[in-house]
């Protein structure tokens, strides 16, 4: 059972809200240096990434596929292109998926979780080889290292930085 990523992980889209509350469109492309990730393009891929881990639990995806092409795997920044999804969309389709893998990930079983996954990533295939790793891996790493960027990006364009410990 996968109990304490996916107490972690509610954790981190409590986290998501307080970071995301007051984005705007304006703010979506904003790039803070040289090839780094913009606001539009980490909203996108924490919200297909909650559709890879549904597809790994066996779960429809949700995003939609223009989605899946400019924010996921291969993806950067520089490949999106129109129409730009907007900031209430990207927010509200993360949580979404958040929401729908947690309870996912709840209700799987030992058998579905050591399964073996087909991720093309050799990453995924030497140190995150099931599904059951490959999940907890999206629901808690993943999601703090983006996390990590929208708090650096909030300080960087001057937005005030959030209270983190109050749920």
């Not at 389709?93 to 087909?118: P, Q, S, V, W, Y």
Request: aromatic share 6%.
């Amino acid at each position: 059972m996968l109990k304490t990523p996916i107490k972690l992980s509610r954790y981190l889209g409590h986290e998501f809200k307080q970071l995301t509350a007051d984005f705007t469109d304006l703010m979506l492309p904003t790039t803070i240096a040289p090839k780094a990730n913009t606001p539009i393009w980490i909203l996108g891929r924490l919200a297909v990434s909650m559709d890879l881990g549904l597809t790994l639990l066996g779960e429809n995806a949700q995003c939609p596929t223009s989605w899946h092409e400019m924010f996921g795997l291969g993806s950067s920044p520089q490949t999106i292109t129109p129409p730009i999804p907007t900031t209430s969309d990207l927010i509200k389709l993360f949580e979404l998926g958040h929401n729908r893998l947690l309870d996912a990930a709840d209700r799987a079983t030992e058998e579905e979780l050591g399964a073996k996954h087909k991720i093309p990533l050799d990453v995924f295939q030497n140190y995150m080889p099931t599904v059951g790793d490959a999940i907890s891996y999206i629901m808690t790493t993943h999601l703090a290292a983006y996390l990590g960027e929208l708090t650096m990006i909030r300080l960087v364009i001057g937005l005030p930085p959030v209270e983190r410990m109050a749920p």
